[in-house]
């Protein structure tokens, strides 16, 4: 029998007519039945937001960050439910930097997050008058989530919204739903009826996104997926001059400086490009490699990476899994196909049974090939060849994105210098994309707007009001 899951919007389970499958990229076997939502299912799931918003946004900041704290446990509870979900229908094992690692994420983000404050200020206080700065929260926050890391992603986007004083309507991917669908069921156990909703739609070409994005009863919109899809978000909530923030794609560079050791390094580079099967926005994207030390880094990250288990993500064995869908699978294959034209194939390049596709690494490539040029969000790292340091940091701003970027070498003050010229929103040296909660992120250029995490993300939850006394 297959599960079937549920909305729960105004803190009960909410009932669809049509439903849609969701399936396992490992095996193709069906997951689970998530709800099809209607837009009459998402005015629904709206006005409850609105009804809890009227008692959740006069909860004192004591209890909100009380209330953290429980779903931080209540989750914590729910790990090992919660990660086999993400593994059964996004792909990714368990172990590794896979759905545990998620769930540790969840855990980290929701107690970093519950202990994070945004006071009133006193701008002034003299003879003149007092000036005090408040900061209220917006109303209902929409959510819209991609599929690579479903729940982590929720996590960012929820618990800032519900830390301060707003309600939650989240749409999660058609591709991932039912781990979505199952953390708010969990989540409402905890918290007061129609704070935390959810819909879900197999519609790709996104009614219910979109007809969130232009909701009058939505204050604001907190969006992560691609670029293309940001900019219709983008489009749609400017009549309604909504609140937003969006986290979009990324074509992150790493530059490879000549004072490196190969072997040291090799681990780094690899998870940089390789984690979540290269299905992360701030995944090392392109490799630029000086030419003192581009064999010897080509040969040790070969190396690393020939040696990584991969298979279904539920056997503990496994590091890496299948891609998480046909789209995602085809847009890489097309790439790798295009690039086994232009450059050397050092590792991989030859898809695998069903959506599996061995990580792959292909040298002597440059700036203008697609592969290079274009996100691949998936586990083929372009490896390109620089001897002058002004022509590389150059390549590396060559792009419409500007979310993350790293520096390889022994020398901590150059890689700094470098840094300050990289146009992105986040620069790692000696490793790449490791984020953490308490540091601002958040892309340039078309990469995205305002930025998630620390008290800089929380506040892009809440309108400024100012007191005159
Ligand atoms: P996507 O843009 O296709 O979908 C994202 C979400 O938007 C889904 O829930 C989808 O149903 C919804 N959607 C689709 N059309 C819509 C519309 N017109 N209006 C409103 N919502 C709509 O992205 P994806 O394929 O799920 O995710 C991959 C992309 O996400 C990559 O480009 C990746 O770099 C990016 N990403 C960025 C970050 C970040 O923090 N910057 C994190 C993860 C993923």
């Known amino acids: ?83 086999a979900l993400i593994t059964q229908e996004q792909g990714k094992p368990l172990n590794g930097v896979g759905s545990r690692f998620e769930m540790g994420g969840v855990g980290a983000w929701t107690g970093y997050t519950a202990s994070l404050s945004l006071p009133m200020k006193v701008l002034q206080d003299n003879n003149e008058g007092k000036v005090e700065m408040f900061r209220k929260p917006v109303g209902v926050v929409g959510s819209i989530t991609p599929w690579n890391w479903p729940v982590l992603i929720a996590t960012w986007h929820m618990m800032p919204a519900i830390r301060t004083g707003n309600t939650v309507v989240i749409k999660p991917s058609p591709y991932t739903p039912l781990s979505t669908l199952r953390m708010v069921e969990i989540m409402n156990e905890v918290l007061p009826a129609g704070v935390v909703n959810v819909v879900t739609s197999d519609d790709q070409g996104d009614n219910i996104g979109a007809a969130m994005a232009a909701h009058e009863g939505i204050r604001k919109i907190v969006f992560t997926g ?124 030859e898809a695998g049974d069903g959506l599996f596709y061995p990580p792959t690494i292909i040298a002597d490539l440059n700036n203008g090939d697609p592969l290079v040029d274009q996100e691949q969000f998936g586990p083929a790292l372009p490896i390109i060849k620089f001897s002058d340091l002004d022509e590389v940091i150059d390549q590396a701003n060559a792009s419409e994105n500007g979310l993350g970027g790293s520096v390889w070498s022994k020398d901590i003050d150059k890689a700094k210098e470098i840094a300050s010229r990289m146009e992105c929103g986040s620069v790692w040296i000696n490793k790449h994309g490791a984020i953490q909660p308490n540091a601002p992120f958040g892309g340039v250029k078309k990469s995205g707007l305002g930025v998630e995490f620390g008290e800089e993300g929380l506040q892009e939850y809440t309108d400024i009001q100012v007191v005159f006394s």
Not at 227 to 251: F, H, P, Q, Y
Not at 268 to 294: P, S
Not at 300 to 322: C, F, Q, R, W
Request: aromatic share 6%; glycine share 12%; net charge negative.
């Open 226 to 349: 691609s670029c293309d899809t940001g900019a219709k978000v983008m489009m749609s909530s400017a009549e309604t001059m909504k609140r937003l923030t969006l986290e979009m794609g990324g074509n992150d560079a790493g530059i490879v400086l000549p004072d490196v050791d190969p072997e040291a390094i090799a681990e780094g580079l690899f998870w940089g490009g390789f984690i979540n099967m290269g299905q992360t926005c701030a995944a090392m994207k392109r490799l630029y490699v000086h030419e003192d030390v581009y064999d010897g880094v080509c040969d040790a990250l070969v190396n690393y990476t020939k040696n990584i288990p991969m298979g279904d993500g539920m056997d503990e064995g496994s590091v890496m899994g299948p891609i998480a869908n046909k789209m995602q699978f085809d847009k890489l294959k097309g790439l790798v196909e295009d690039a086994k034209t232009k450059g050397r194939v050092l590792l991989g390049g």
């Open 1 to 83: 029998m297959t599960t079937q899951y549920n909305m729960t919007i105004g803190g009960a389970a909410h009932a669809t007519a049509d439903f849609f499958e969701v399936e396992n990229p490992a095996n193709g076997s069906i997951v689970g039945r998530a709800p099809n939502a209607s837009l009459v299912d998402l005015d629904a799931a709206v006005a409850a937001a609105q009804a809890g918003f009227e008692s959740w946004s006069k909860t004192t900041d004591e209890e909100r960050a009380a209330t953290l704290g429980q779903l931080a446990e209540k989750l914590g509870e729910h790990s090992e439910e919660l990660a």
